[in-house]
C-alpha cells in the first residue's frame, strides 16, 4: 500500500476551514503586528498552564498539560502535518503496510539518539511499542488508546522494524504520530508508573528538541533546548537545535492571573485563554490563536445504562430542553463553532447529525409526560417517589465547564429536570467517572485527528464516557461497541468512514450524546513570539518558536 497516504476524505474540510481565530491558518500562529526578520536563537520563553501535568507516559499523557510537555520532549516515528493532517517522514523516513492492515515496517534514520546519548534503533523502537500496544499491569502501564490489536514488534535489522497485528489495524500508521507514541529510551521504558508521575520530570529521557531540566513540583517545569538536536521532520523550515534556549512551564489555575500576566508582559504566553477575556487581547502587542483540535467535539455524554436515563424518551426530552446556541452565544465566542455533530467539521469521518439536537422545550415536556415523569411540588418531575435529579461532572480540563453545567441547570429546570453539578480536584474527577451511578451526564471532549477518536472516547474498553461497559465486564450497547470496533478494525479508508457515519448516526438515533460546541486550546500571546505552532490537536510546540527583540 502507499507510503505516507493522503488523508483523502479529511482534506477538502482540513484545507477550507480557517483557523479559528482570524489571522491565523494551520497549526502555525500569527499577529497582525508580528516582527519581520530572521528568527533570533536564544532567550526563555515563559508558558503558563492552568493545570500541572500528572504523569509523561505517553499512552496516558492525552491530558493537555501532560501533552504539552511530552510533545516537545519527545519524536515520533512520523509527523501528522497539522495542517493538512497528512502523515509524513520523521524518525521512520519510509513505511509499508500490507493489504489488509495487519503488518507495518518501519525504515528508520541512522543518525537519531535520546538525551543519554543512546541510539534510535529498530530494538528501541520495538521496546517502545511492546509496551505501548500491550500495556504492563505490573507496573500499571495501561495500552495505548491509539493502538489498537497489537501483537508483536520484531526486528528486522539495525534500522528496520516491523509491527503486527492480530486483526486490521489501519490507525496505526496515524497513531504512531501521536504523543501517545512518544518514543523514549531503553531505561525509562523501564520504570513504574508512580515513576512517570510527578518529581521525576528530570529523569525521563527521550530524543525531542528540549530536555526537562528542572521540577518544582506541581508549580513549574523548565525544558532546555538540545543543543545537538539535528532530526526534526524532514518538512518543516527549521532544521537543528531550537531556537529557544529554553522553556518555563508554570502552572497558573487562575484565569485571571494567566491573562494579566500575558497582558502586562510578564509572561509571553498562555493556554486557555477563557472566552471572556479573548478581548482583552485586541491590544496592540498581544494577539490570540485558537488551534482546532480535530476529534469529538466538546459535549455531553448521557449514561444510558442509569436508570434515570435508560429511557430513551427522558434522553430526547433532555436533549430538545437545552438550548445550545444560548450556551454559545453567552459564555462562548466565534473561537467556539456550534457543533452539528459528534465530530469537529475538520475531523476525520465528520457527519452532519445536527438534526437531532434541535432545541425544543414543548416537546421536551410531552417526552417526559410520556415516560411518565410528572411534575411535583417544587416543579422537579417525579415517577415512583424518585425524583428526576441528575448529576453532571465538572470538566476541569474544559473551557467554562462550570458555567455550562450552571446554564443547562437553568435550562433543564424549565422542562422539570434538577441538575446538580459534581465538583472536586482532577483526581476526585477521575473517581468520580467510572463509578457507576454517581454521575448520570459526563461533560468532556477528546482531540485526535483520526478516526479512531470516535472509539478512543465511546468504545467500553476505553474512556468509555457513556458507561456503556460496566465494571463486570457487561456492555450495555453491544452494537455501539461492534461498529467502533469497525472502525478500529476495517482495513479500508472506505471502511472505516462508513463504520464512523453508522457509529456516529447510532449515538445521535439513540439520544446517547449532546455535542455543545467544536472546542479549540485558545492562547493569548505577546507579539514578540514568532513561529508558534501546535501539533494537529492543539498541543504547543517549540520547536520552531523564537523571540524577536
Known sequence: MPRFPRAALAVASVVTAAALLAGCSGGQATSDSAASGEPQTGGTLTYLEPQTWVTLY????????????????????????????????WIATDYTVNEDATEYTFTLRDDATYSDGTPIDA???????????????????????????????????????????TAPSPGFAQA???????????????????????????????????????????????LEAREDYDWAPPSLEHQGRPYLDAVDVVVASEDSVRVGTVVSQQAQIARQIEAPDEAQFDADGLSLYAAATNGVNNGLSFRFRDPLLEDIRVRQAI????????????????????????????????????????HDPEKAAELLDEAGWEPGSDGIREKDGQRLSLTFNEALPQPRSAEVVTLIQEQLGEIGVEVDLLPGDQAAQDAA???????????????????????????????????????????????LDDLLQQIASSPTEEGRAEASAAAQQH????????????????????????????ESVGRPSFYETWLAQ
Open 319 to 358: 436533549i430538545a430542553g437545552i438550548d445550545r446556541q444560548e450556551i454559545v452565544d453567552t459564555l462562548f465566542t466565534d473561537s467556539y463553532p456550534l457543533a452539528t455533530g459528534a465530530l469537529a467539521t475538520t475531523a476525520l469521518g465528520y457527519t452532519d447529525t445536527s438534526s437531532s439536537y434541535g
Open 58 to 89: 505517553p499512552p496516558s499523557a492525552g491530558f493537555y498539560p501532560n501533552g504539552g510537555i511530552v510533545n516537545n520532549i519527545t519524536d515520533r516515528l512520523l509527523y501528522q502535518n497539522p495542517e493538512t493532517l497528512e502523515l509524513e517522514p
Open 123 to 165: 530494538e528501541n523502537v520495538v521496546k517502545n511499542f511492546d509496551l505501548f500496544g500491550a500495556g504492563d499491569t505490573d507496573r500499571a502501564l495501561p495500552v495505548s488508546e491509539a493502538i489498537n490489536n497489537y501483537d508483536r514488534g520484531e526486528v528486522v535489522d539495525e534500522h528496520t522494524a516491523t509491527f503486527f497485528f
Open 507 to 534: 449515538l445521535a438515533d439513540q439520544a446517547y450524546i449532546l455535542p455543545l460546541f467544536e472546542e479549540p486550546q485558545v492562547f493569548g500571546y505577546v507579539d514578540a513570539v514568532q513561529g508558534f505552532e501546535t
Open 176 to 222: 504512531v504520530s501521536t504523543i501517545n507514541s512518544g518514543l523514549l529510551s531503553n531505561d525509562t521504558l523501564d520504570r513504574t508508573s508512580e515513576e512517570f508521575g510527578p518529581g521525576n520530570a528530570t529523569d525521563i529521557v527521550a530524543s525531542g528538541p528540549f530536555v526537562i531540566s528542572d521540577e518544582e513540583i506541581g508549580t513549574k517545569l523548565t
Open 433 to 479: 467517572r467510572t463509578e457507576v451511578g454517581t454521575l448520570q451526564v459526563y461533560h468532556s471532549m477528546v482531540g485526535r485527528a483520526d478516526y479512531d477518536v470516535l472509539k478512543s472516547q465511546y468504545f467500553s474498553g476505553n474512556r468509555n464516557t457513556l458507561l456503556n461497559g460496566y465494571p463486570d465486564g457487561s456492555v450495555g450497547d453491544p452494537e
